[in-house]
């Protein structure tokens, strides 16, 4: 189980999370959705530490970490519990494919690079990229090297994996591929957490819809009923502006 309590953020006097609280249970799929500077990232980010939040609290399983006032002990494992598959890859350009999905295992865990190895291989594997172990980063399509991110997040074996707009830097051709790779991992049970503005993707895969807008939670539930009976009226107007496809009860 993942818990964020009254969690705030700001940069300078500009604040991006206001009192933010959200529950995400063992094995779920929840996906963030809202408009751009809604605090949809900065919220993902908070979860693992890569940005300080100002107050609050981050329960991930047994562990909960005050956010005022955390030890260096008390963040490094709190993100030993996650792992993160960015929007931009964030690939080792010198390393292939294979030493890209080892470096964690290595370098963090202390693993024996032979069981790093072995590992790094079944989940280069599982997201189809058995046969790109030597590659290099710029010898891979977009959705290649999301895959080797997502194979590097698998490997570390998290409690959590966090998806930041996994889509959004890929050419539209490329989307689906990573989607599919996705939604593979998903029916094996692995709690995720995606931000994301493929609405197809998180009305079909997600089991928790979440809206965000002007750093609050506005609205939250199973997909069925925020994509199609969407209380907020907020909700409504996104949700009509992404996909005017759909229609709504009254």
Do not use: W
């Amino acid at each position: 189980m993942i818990k964020m309590a009254n969690i705030t953020k700001a940069f300078g006097k500009h604040e991006v999370l206001k009192g933010i609280n959200l529950t995400v249970k063992k094995g779920e799929v929840v996906c963030i959705l809202g408009p751009s500077g809604s605090g949809k990232t900065t919220l993902l980010r908070c979860i693992n530490y890569l940005e300080k939040p100002n107050q609050g609290e981050v329960t991930i399983g047994d562990f909960t970490i005050n956010c005022k006032r955390p030890s260096k002990q008390d963040i490094h494992t709190l993100r030993k519990k996650t792992a993160m598959v960015f929007q931009h890859y964030n690939l080792f350009k010198h390393k292939t494919v294979l030493e890209n999905v080892m470096e964690g295992l290595v370098i963090v865990q202390k693993q024996s690079k032979e069981t790093a190895r072995q590992t790094s291989i079944q989940m280069l594997e599982k997201v189809g990229l058995g046969s790109k172990l030597d590659a290099y980063p710029s010898q891979l399509s977009g959705g290649q090297q999301q895959r080797v991110g997502i194979a590097r997040a698998l490997a570390l074996n998290p409690e959590v994996i966090l998806f930041d707009e996994p889509t959004s830097a890929l050419d539209p051709e490329l989307v689906g591929e990573v989607l599919e790779v996705i939604q593979k991992i998903a029916k094996e049970g692995i709690t995720m957490i995606v931000v994301t503005h493929e609405m197809g993707f998180a009305r079909e895969v997600s089991n928790h819809v979440v809206f965000m807008d002007q750093g609050v939670i506005v609205e939250e539930g199973r997909p069925q009923d925020i994509f199609s009976d969407a209380k907020e009226e907020r909700t409504r107007q996104f949700l009509k502006r992404i996909t005017p496809e759909y229609t709504f009860n009254i």
